[in-house]
T-cell receptor
Framework: DAKTTQPNSMESNEEEPVHLPCNHS???????IHWYRQLPSQGPEYVIH???SNVNNRMASLAIAEDRKSSTLILHRATLRDAAVYYC???????????FGKGTTLSVSS | DTGVSQDPRHKITKRGQNVTFRCDPI?????LYWYRQTLGQGPEFLTY????????KSRLLSDRFSAERPKGSFSTLEIQRTEQGDSAMYLC????????????FGQGTRLTVV
């Protein structure tokens, strides 16, 4: 599986946008980019995924670079409940297990 | 459906004892995954089922670990002769059959081996 690189931690203020970067320079043409997050004492939860085009859903937006070697998860207005570990994961086969890295720990201050 | 359910939520056991965890996936989800997570680390993949067939096993799954999914519904993960290094959160996830569908995780079982 291709690897991803994320900053260990990031900080944000409440109500401000947050841009969480992910580098995946060895991504293959069939790799999807998935984002999951894990709140304290919870299992991970799905946030968003995409292949080539930018994606939006009710939780976040995913901006994918034109060369697909990097992507950015965008939380438009951070809340205290968004404080979590965010994982960027590549997967190229339907149904195979997601391989998690250490992720980015996001802290949100009021 | 209330999501993926895991039981028990917490388990304390003495070294050398056997433990068994249960996972009830979201109904109609054909795929079921087990992960292990230690403090400060991301979840580590252990094994994966498609219906009742165990299709993939990680090298982390030593011969003391066994997982089953009889009838393709709930799954059990058994650890024999537990060691202190087995102390971790054990997470179960399920997903539908299809391309790249999202995985839904349970809240996990916290195992402490003393």
């Amino acid at each position: 599986d291709a690897k991803t690189t994320q900053p260990n931690s990031m900080e944000s203020n409440e109500e401000e946008p947050v841009h969480l970067p992910c580098n995946h320079s060895t991504i293959s043409g069939t790799d999807y980019i998935h984002w999951y997050r894990q709140l304290p004492s919870q299992g991970p939860e799905y946030v968003i995924h995409g292949l080539t085009s930018n994606v939006n859903n009710r939780m976040a937006s995913l901006a994918i670079a034109e060369d697909r070697k990097s992507s950015t998860l965008i939380l438009h207005r951070a809340t205290l409940r968004d404080a979590a570990v965010y994982y960027c994961i590549l997967s190229n086969q339907a149904g195979t297990a997601l391989i998690f890295g250490k992720g980015t720990t996001l802290s949100v201050s009021s | 459906d209330t999501g993926v359910s895991q039981d028990p939520r917490h388990k304390i056991t003495k070294r050398g004892q056997n433990v068994t965890f249960r996972c009830d996936p979201i109904s109609e989800h054909n795929r079921l995954y087990w992960y292990r997570q230690t403090l400060g680390q991301g979840p580590e993949f252990l094994t994966y089922f498609q219906n009742e067939a165990q299709l993939e096993k990680s090298r982390l799954l030593s011969d003391r670990f066994s997982a089953e999914r009889p009838k393709g519904s709930f799954s059990t993960l058994e650890i024999q002769r537990t060691e202190q290094g087995d102390s971790a959160m054990y997470l179960c996830a399920s997903s539908e059959t299809g391309d790249r569908t999202e995985a839904f995780f349970g809240q996990g079982t916290r195992l402490t081996v003393v």
